[in-house]
Protein backbone atom coordinates (compact mmCIF):
# COMPACT_ATOMS: atom_id res chain seq x y z
CA UNK A 1 0.00 0.00 0.00
CA UNK A 2 1.35 3.57 -0.35
CA UNK A 3 0.57 3.85 2.97
CA UNK A 4 4.21 3.09 4.15
CA UNK A 5 5.07 6.42 2.18
CA UNK A 6 3.47 8.59 5.08
CA UNK A 7 5.47 6.17 7.96
CA UNK A 8 8.65 6.40 5.89
CA UNK A 9 8.29 10.27 6.07
CA UNK A 10 8.02 10.30 9.67
CA UNK A 11 10.79 7.99 9.99
CA UNK A 12 12.92 10.27 7.70
CA UNK A 13 11.69 13.03 10.17
CA UNK A 14 13.52 10.91 13.10
CA UNK A 15 16.86 10.45 11.24
CA UNK A 16 16.62 14.27 10.83
CA UNK A 17 16.79 14.76 14.13
CA UNK A 18 19.19 12.70 14.99
CA UNK A 19 21.75 14.15 12.50
CA UNK A 20 20.60 17.35 13.81
CA UNK A 21 21.39 16.01 17.13
CA UNK A 22 24.92 14.70 16.41
CA UNK A 23 26.02 18.04 14.81
CA UNK A 24 24.74 19.78 18.12
CA UNK A 25 22.68 21.82 16.14
CA UNK A 26 19.71 20.41 18.41
CA UNK A 27 19.90 19.37 22.22
CA UNK A 28 21.01 15.66 22.19
CA UNK A 29 18.61 14.86 25.07
CA UNK A 30 15.52 16.86 23.25
CA UNK A 31 17.03 14.43 20.08
CA UNK A 32 16.61 11.34 21.60
CA UNK A 33 13.47 11.70 23.42
CA UNK A 34 12.35 12.73 19.55
CA UNK A 35 13.61 9.38 18.35
CA UNK A 36 12.43 7.47 21.46
CA UNK A 37 9.01 8.73 20.86
CA UNK A 38 8.76 8.46 17.00
CA UNK A 39 10.04 4.93 17.23
CA UNK A 40 7.31 4.36 19.71
CA UNK A 41 4.43 5.40 18.36
CA UNK A 42 5.07 3.95 15.00
CA UNK A 43 5.73 0.90 16.58
CA UNK A 44 2.50 1.47 19.20
CA UNK A 45 0.54 2.37 15.88
CA UNK A 46 1.05 -1.04 13.68
CA UNK A 47 -1.64 -2.10 14.76
CA UNK A 48 -3.53 0.86 14.35
CA UNK A 49 -1.98 1.10 10.81
CA UNK A 50 -3.55 -1.93 9.48
CA UNK A 51 -7.06 -1.84 11.31
CA UNK A 52 -7.64 2.46 9.88
CA UNK A 53 -5.30 3.32 7.97
CA UNK A 54 -5.47 0.52 5.12
CA UNK A 55 -8.93 1.67 4.32
CA UNK A 56 -7.30 4.94 3.61
CA UNK A 57 -5.35 3.65 1.23
CA UNK A 58 -8.01 1.53 -0.24
CA UNK A 59 -10.35 4.40 -0.13
CA UNK A 60 -8.15 6.85 -2.26
CA UNK A 61 -6.01 4.75 -4.38
CA UNK A 62 -8.19 1.96 -5.16
CA UNK A 63 -11.91 3.87 -5.00
CA UNK A 64 -12.95 1.88 -1.94
CA UNK A 65 -15.33 2.65 0.24
CA UNK A 66 -15.06 6.01 2.46
CA UNK A 67 -16.28 4.32 5.57
CA UNK A 68 -15.83 5.07 9.55
CA UNK A 69 -12.07 3.98 9.57
CA UNK A 70 -11.09 5.69 6.54
CA UNK A 71 -12.16 8.78 7.84
CA UNK A 72 -10.71 7.95 11.01
CA UNK A 73 -7.34 7.33 9.37
CA UNK A 74 -7.03 10.45 7.00
CA UNK A 75 -7.63 13.03 9.65
CA UNK A 76 -4.93 10.73 11.71
CA UNK A 77 -2.15 11.35 8.69
CA UNK A 78 -3.55 15.00 8.23
CA UNK A 79 -2.91 15.57 12.04
CA UNK A 80 0.73 13.85 11.35
CA UNK A 81 1.64 15.79 8.67
CA UNK A 82 0.49 19.04 10.50
CA UNK A 83 2.54 18.24 12.75
CA UNK A 84 5.86 17.62 10.91
CA UNK A 85 5.54 20.71 9.24
CA UNK A 86 5.05 22.63 12.82
CA UNK A 87 8.20 20.84 14.19
CA UNK A 88 10.10 21.64 11.13
CA UNK A 89 8.86 25.56 11.04
CA UNK A 90 10.14 26.06 14.75
CA UNK A 91 13.16 24.56 14.11
CA UNK A 92 14.33 26.48 11.13
CA UNK A 93 12.79 29.32 12.65
CA UNK A 94 14.63 28.87 15.92
CA UNK A 95 17.92 28.45 14.03
CA UNK A 96 18.05 24.87 15.00
CA UNK A 97 17.66 25.48 18.82
CA UNK A 98 14.10 24.07 19.77
CA UNK A 99 11.36 22.15 17.47
CA UNK A 100 8.75 23.11 19.78
CA UNK A 101 8.36 26.44 21.14
Given at each position: MNIEIFYAIIYSVIIIIGILSVSRKMSAGIGLIGIATGIGI??????YASIVMEPVGSAIFFSGAWALPAILGLVHLMTMIILVV???YNLLSSGGKIIWA
Amino acid sequence: MNIEIFYAIIYSVIIIIGILSVSRKMSAGIGLIGIATGIGISWILAPYASIVMEPVGSAIFFSGAWALPAILGLVHLMTMIILVVMAGYNLLSSGGKIIWA
